[in-house]
């Protein structure tokens, strides 16, 4: 599968973004699918997945209660509704998916497709 980001930009502290994550092939609903994010000079890090069912969701504590996401299998397409956007958001933002067992949902070794990355800069 090949994954394309999108949706990114620049946002003032209080903001709001959503990313799309556009999928190509016909297996999409088979992915967990998961957005991770490296901001400038530290390791990527997990931000937030959801399974193919859409019944199951996870958030890093960074972005719980701030961000939301979701999937329209129909559209292959997933997307990262982010609110109440924060400087220390700013990063690049992977989409990425997965077919490993749930509990390695936060686990970058997980995935074996990476979309390029989009970057969100939220200025204070």
């Known amino acids: 599968v090949q994954l394309q980001a999108s949706g990114g930009g620049l946002v003032q502290a209080g903001g709001s973004l959503r990313l799309s994550c556009a999928a190509s092939?016909?297996?999409?609903?088979?992915?967990?699918m998961g957005w991770f994010r490296q901001a400038p000079g530290k390791e990527r890090e997990f931000v937030t997945a959801?399974?193919?069912?859409?019944?199951?969701?996870y958030y890093a504590d960074s972005v719980k209660g701030r961000f939301t996401i979701s999937r329209d299998n129909a559209k292959n397409t997933v997307f990262l509704q982010m609110n109440s956007l924060k400087p220390e958001d700013t990063a690049v933002y992977y989409c990425?998916?997965?077919?490993?067992?749930?509990?390695?949902?936060?686990?970058?070794?997980?995935?074996?497709?990476w979309g390029q990355g989009t970057l969100v800069t939220v200025s204070s």
């Open positions: 959801i399974n193919w069912s859409r019944s199951s969701t």
């Open positions: 092939g016909r297996t999409f609903s088979r992915y967990r």
């Open positions: 990425a998916a997965s077919t490993a067992v749930a509990s390695t949902f936060n686990l970058q070794t997980a995935y074996a497709y």
